[in-house]
């Protein structure tokens, strides 16, 4: 109990010590419009309140990943807990910030072109490319996964409500009409009602698991992890052969890290009234879905006293939802355990319409479309119509790509911010450091994975903090010719 309520601490106080210190480095200014007073167009650009816009975020941004990714990553034991709030604090928060910011620095705009404005051409092609496939990738999986959910439910068994692909129909119907509808229609609305139903049943498991669990993490876990790791550093696998480095840091990204964020906060951004709002919406809503990460892993650390065998065969035969159910169930009854797997089931599909809106946002920015009610259908049909195809495939092959790309872009979300601070002349090393990290680890993956390089794993490690390194090297060689060249003014706050 005593790991459980550190993690949430640190957590805590991430928010209230380190996050002022972030903001005093973005050159925050409540005095100046933002890009909602500005461009208000009734669809897109619209004024919501700052409690509104952090419920919004936090759904947004929370879905399915702070609850299946840390089940998973409960595989490696109480480890997954340090990783999430570290990961949270240090990186995670600071690129939800940042992603934020910028866009409401630059007329709300979406990430390829705030990268265009900052780097070149090139880099905003890359974001471009990457930033649609992983909404892309996000939204196929947002309708497979609470579809897959939903038509298993045993109170649905033997009704044409058991049929997945029913479910599948009607959250793509769900997503068109959110997709194309102004965001104070149907997101401004409900959100904030399923952001409240979210943080109340993940209080409710939390307190079940503290109360009930037959083995909860402790602190003396942590030590005796390290003690057993030290002649490996972090290569040695979990019991499974999955080597902690780099997998556990893909397996758990929401909660920790996550490119989707990025994504999202541009939509969020175009609604804000102050940007003094920036740091508890943004920030804010990020910490909160470190605190959900936290209560799912712990449960699925906790809910199995047989340790990493009961866990392992579970997954194996229903996937992380199956554990969802478990755990719901077991200390919620009947009842709350019905509510718990809705809530499950209704989380992915708000995350799931939004990263359609973002990819399509991101599309007519890029390519400079109006956004007449004509062009949006003209763009949502064809989108949702190759979704649709989409849910035939593997749901594991699907995820994995999504996994890659969501850490990819969260390490070129961090580069660009670091390339922000740098032009402010300010304290870049709170997203340059993180986006070595980070670099570190989506190479290391990529050289090693099946869908990568497939080298051996032993030299993951050093390929991807050494590609971390030049990358950082680059980029300030980068910064220096420009001001060297006088193409450098540092902004205004």
Not at 454 to 474: D, H, Q, R
Request: with cysteine; charged share 10%; proline share 5%.
């Amino acid at each position: 109990m005593l790991l459980f309520f550190a993690s949430l601490a640190i957590l805590l106080l991430g928010y209230k010590f380190y996050s002022p210190f972030v903001e005093k480095q973005a050159g925050i200014d409540p005095a100046i419009k933002t890009p909602q007073a500005r461009l208000d167009d009734g669809v897109d650009y619209v004024a919501i309140s700052p409690i509104r816009a952090f419920l919004i975020q936090f759904l947004n941004i929370a879905g399915i990943g702070p609850i299946f990714g840390p089940i998973l990553g409960a595989m490696y034991g109480p480890i997954a807990l340090v990783w999430i709030v570290i990961g949270n604090v240090v990186g995670g928060a600071v690129h939800d910030y940042f992603s934020g910011v910028m866009s409401l620095k630059e007329d709300g705009k979406s990430l390829p072109e705030i990268a265009g404005h900052y780097y070149n051409v090139i880099f905003k092609g890359v974001m471009l490319i990457f930033t649609c496939m992983l909404l892309f990738f996000v939204g196929v999986v947002f309708i497979m996964s609470p579809a897959g959910l939903l038509s298993n439910l045993s109170y649905f068994e033997g009704t044409f409500l058991a049929g997945n692909t029913f479910w599948v129909l009607v959250i793509l119907a769900y997503y068109f009409f959110a997709t194309l509808l102004p965001i104070d229609k149907i997101i401004t609305k409900l959100y904030p009602v399923f952001g409240l139903l979210m943080i109340v049943m993940t209080s409710l498991v939390a307190i079940s698991v503290l109360l009930e669990a037959p083995h909860l993490p402790q602190v003396t876990d942590i030590f005796a992890f390290f003690d057993s790791h030290e002649h490996h550093d972090f290569l040695t696998p979990n019991p499974d052969g999955l080597p902690v480095w780099p997998l556990l840091f893909l397996t758990i990204t929401c909660g920790a890290i996550s490119g989707f964020h990025s994504t999202q906060s541009p939509m969020i951004a175009r609604c804000l009234t102050n940007e003094k709002y920036a740091r508890p919406v943004f920030y804010g809503a990020m910490m909160c879905e470190g605190i959900v990460a936290c209560v799912w892993a712990t449960a699925g650390i906790a809910t199995f006293p047989g340790g990493y065998p009961e866990l392992k065969a579970m997954l194996d035969l229903g996937g992380p939802g199956l554990v969802v159910n478990h755990i719901a169930t077991s200390y919620l009854g009947i009842f709350g355990g019905v509510m718990a797997i809705l809530a499950v089931a209704i989380f992915p599909i708000t995350s799931g319409d939004t990263a359609f809106r973002s990819l399509r946002l991101t599309v007519t920015d890029a390519f400079n479309i109006s956004q007449s009610a004509t062009r949006r259908l003209a763009l949502a049909a064809p989108i949702l119509g190759v979704a649709y195809l989409m849910t035939f495939l593997d749901f594991s092959l699907i995820w994995r790509y999504f996994a890659f790309s969501n850490m990819l872009l969260s390490t070129s979300v961090l580069w660009l911010a670091t390339k922000y601070l740098l032009d402010r002349g300010t304290f870049h090393w709170i997203a340059s450091i993180p986006a070595v990290i980070g670099t570190a680890i989506t190479v290391a993956y990529i050289a090693t994975a099946g869908i990568g390089f497939n080298l051996p794993a032993e030299y993951s490690k050093a390929i991807g903090i050494v590609v971390g390194v030049i990358c950082f090297i680059g980029l300030v060689m980068h910064h220096s010719k420009r001001n060297v060249a006088g193409g450098y003014a540092k902004p205004e706050a």
